[in-house]
């Protein structure tokens, strides 16, 4: 059984730093898509950032370009999201998030996309609050 849980939440000033864990379980790391969404009460929940398992580069949203940082751990089945310049727009839950859904395209070769609905198992999230 799948699981993944969150941790490394908090409340921060802005331009503080957060990093953000999942702890994968239930299934063996490897030809996944990994992502993180997050989501505040009212609006829809929003792709942050995805990474695929078994290599190629992270994709980031725009509105974290330059600010977060996506990454992993094979060995401890482990997702991160590194946050720096934190705005008080990012307060928010954050989620985790695998699936198994792929693209394919000769120049980048397999690779994942940040859509909700490509997303199959969800960690139970974590709150990250920026005051300003």
């Not at 409340?11 to 790391?29: E, M």
């Not at 792929?102 to 859509?115: I, M, N, P």
Request: hydrophobic share 30%; with cysteine.
């Amino acid at each position: 059984q799948v699981q993944l849980v969150e941790s490394g939440g908090g409340s921060v000033q802005a331009g503080g730093s957060l990093r953000l864990s999942c702890a994968a379980s239930g299934y063996t790391y490897s030809n996944y898509c990994m992502g993180w969404f997050r989501q505040v009460p009212g609006k829809e929940r929003e792709g942050v950032a995805v990474i695929y398992t078994d290599g190629g580069s992270s994709y980031l949203a725009d509105s974290v370009k330059g600010r977060f940082t996506a990454s992993q751990d094979t060995a401890k089945n482990t997702l991160y999201l590194q946050m720096n310049s934190l705005k008080p727009e990012d307060t928010a839950m954050y989620y985790c998030a695998a699936g198994r859904r792929f693209y394919f395209s000769l120049s980048s070769g397999r690779y994942c996309v940040l859509t909700r609905r490509d997303f199959d198992y969800w960690g139970q999230g974590t709150q990250v609050t920026v005051s300003s």
